[in-house]
């Protein structure tokens, strides 16, 4: 069993910065490929990035490449997300999901294993 708690959401100005983290407990993390989704009010939930056990593969959604930035440290079983210049339609909450995922379902959430919580991100326009 893994948990997964995520930290870092709150209110910014469109044009501004937020760093996501995702810690993880539980049973090895090391192993699993991660990723960060989000849901917006009345809308399914989207793929935003994902990054594998080695971080040599990563993935992100078009609308989020060049602002967003995913990264893991293993020794601290965190995964991050950095999102810079956030836009309105950034405003989600923010899951974290970890599993034993090939990297060809990295997009689909339903491949995932495991789930936090979620962070409100809002970005104010």
């Known amino acids: 069993q893994v948990q997964l708690v995520e930290s870092g959401g709150g209110l910014v100005q469109a044009g501004g910065s937020l760093r996501l983290s995702c810690a993880a407990s539980?049973?090895?993390?090391?192993?699993?490929?991660m990723a960060w989704f989000r849901q917006a009010p009345g809308k399914e939930r989207e793929f935003v990035a994902h990054?594998?056990?080695?971080?040599?593969?990563?993935y992100y959604t078009d609308s989020v490449k060049g602002r967003f930035t995913i990264s893991r440290d293993n020794a601290k079983n965190t995964v991050y997300l950095q999102m810079n210049s956030l836009k309105a339609e950034d405003t989600a909450v923010y899951y974290c999901?970890?599993?034993?995922?090939?990297?060809?379902?990295?997009?689909?959430?339903?491949?995932?294993?495991?789930w936090g919580q979620g962070t409100q991100v809002t970005v104010s326009s």
């Open positions: 539980g049973r090895a993390f090391s192993g699993y490929a």
């Open positions: 990054i594998r056990w080695s971080s040599a593969i990563i």
């Open positions: 999901a970890a599993g034993a995922i090939p990297a060809v379902y990295a997009r689909d959430p339903k491949g995932y294993n495991y």
